[in-house]
């Protein structure tokens, strides 16, 4: 009997389905694409078949893709010196504290460093309650802080139910402000504002104001279906948090390092927070590494008491020296403008397909971190899957997301959303090129408008 010998591609893609296990989805019959490399906004099988990155893996990669100038700064910081207990310095810790102080808003000033954006998360929910002395955190329903337990039952997405019934205690959701599909039927987008800021303010007397620790909301919402807050929502956010003596927690670890334009999401709507978490685009998955920036008046409050929150690689060299050069490419190539301009580019070039496109129903986006919504029907707005799909109802929109791998574009298609958050590297002629690749997949689901 002949044996058949596998070849490289083969024997990594059975390594990884037999040893290793997959986020989010059942465990057999998967076919994962097999990534040998990746430059900029492309990234290549092991078949040698191209795919522009069309949300930049997971919103992270905002830099692109191999850029040579991180590879650099983690190879001389591993000659120098890799780890170090947290209670001690390294020169690119202290550089990177220094530069967030720097770019975030108001008098945010101090860093602790975790590994990625659900431990920022929790600590900052941590620090909020040993602060106030009080124990709930009030979330939108429809918001997404990580898959931890206290950062998924912070979260408002469909994901956590399987494990609701075992989920952190004292997290309570409120309607999002979502003028698309207003609960309250306001009639503009100003009235969805203070219709949405009265809804949460009336479930904290509810709750009672005395015991809410904080409030927790994305910088501008990301894969809950980017949500657009609409004008006033933060401010009034902020003077009902400052009414209360309520902590209010802005969780950037999506919208965060230029991702919408600007340094981050909420300086779209000059607020100031006072405790703002990140990762993602801080090191462009490079290197693990997240973090919360606390304002300089909280923090001192644990001057003369120990602050009891600590992780092993806290403030780990390697992945600091990754940050502090990430962050200086940001500025050397003008990524953050580059994301304004062409986030204006792509919204112009959207608003053209949905002329072409029955199914677009609404289009949201800032600078780079988009959003278009499939429907069956504009008028009756009823989607092409629901909220919270089942296998059977994301028929439809699991043939637009294979049209869109056949022609070479990787993004995140969830239920009835298709993502626009390509690299801030992105430039005029590639954005044509994946947004030409995205109708034609949108053609398919105009197939089924009714």
């Known amino acids: 009997m002949e044996t058949k010998t596998l070849n ?8 990884n389905l037999d040893y290793t296990i997959f986020s989010w989805q059942k465990q057999s019959g998967l076919n994962p ?13 092991r078949s040698g078949k191209r795919y522009m990155d069309f949300s930049s893996q997971l919103m992270n990669m905002n830099i692109g893709h191999g850029h040579p100038r991180v590879k650099d700064a983690v190879m001389r910081q591993m000659d120098e010196v890799s780890f170090v207990h947290p209670g001690m310095i390294t020169k690119a810790r202290g550089e990177l504290g220094k ?22 998360v929790e600590n900052a929910i941590k620090f909020a309650r040993l602060y106030t002395g009080r124990h709930k955190v009030i979330t939108l329903y429809q918001g997404y802080h990580g898959a931890s337990y206290g950062a998924m039952s912070a979260s408002g997405d469909p994901r956590g139910n399987p494990h609701d019934s075992q989920g952190a205690p004292n997290f309570i959701h409120v309607e999002n402000p979502y003028f698309y599909r207003d609960p309250w039927n306001s009639k503009t987008k100003e009235e969805c504002a203070q219709n949405a800021a009265d809804h949460m303010e009336r479930i904290i007397k509810f709750e009672g104001p005395q015991n809410v620790a904080a409030i927790l909301m994305e910088g501008e919402s990301g894969s809950s279906g980017c949500i657009k807050y609409p004008p006033g929502y933060w401010q009034k956010i902020r003077e009902i948090a400052d009414r209360y003596g309520i902590i209010l927690i802005c969780d950037e670890v999506m919208s965060g390092f230029g991702r919408t334009g600007k340094w981050f999401g909420v300086n779209h709507h000059n607020v100031v927070p006072d405790i703002m978490c990140f990762a993602k685009g801080l090191t462009c998955g490079y290197i ?22 600590g992780l092993t690689y806290s403030g780990h060299a390697v992945a600091c020296a990754a940050a502090v050069e990430v962050l200086q490419i940001y500025e050397d190539e003008k990524l953050i403008e580059n994301a304004a301009k062409m986030g204006a580019y792509m919204d112009k070039r959207v608003a053209a397909m949905m002329e072409k496109h029955e199914s677009i129903g609404d289009y949201r986006n800032t600078g780079l971190l988009g959003c278009i919504e499939i429907v069956k029907n504009r ?33 995140f298609v969830r239920w009835n959303y298709i993502f626009t958050a390509p690299p801030l590297c992105i430039t005029q002629d ?8 995205i109708s034609k997949a949108i053609a398919v689901a105009d197939e089924y408008c009714n």
């Open 8 to 15: 490289e591609r083969e024997i990594i893609l059975q390594n």
């Open 33 to 45: 694409l097999n990534i040998c490399d990746a430059k900029g906004v492309y990234i290549h099988d």
């Open 99 to 120: 530069k967030l102080a720097e770019i975030t808003p108001g008098s945010l000033k101090k860093t602790f460093f975790t590994n990625a954006g659900a431990e920022a």
């Open 288 to 309: 693990p590494l997240g973090g919360i920036i606390i304002k300089e008046e909280l923090i001192a409050a644990f001057d003369n008491k120990p602050l009891p929150l």
């Open 379 to 411: 008028k009756t707005k009823e989607p092409m899957a629901p909220w919270n799909a089942t296998a059977n109802e994301m028929e439809v929109m699991n043939k637009v997301n294979a049209k869109l791998l056949e022609l070479g574009l990787f993004t």
């Open 430 to 437: 590639e954005m044509d090129e994946g947004l030409d690749i």
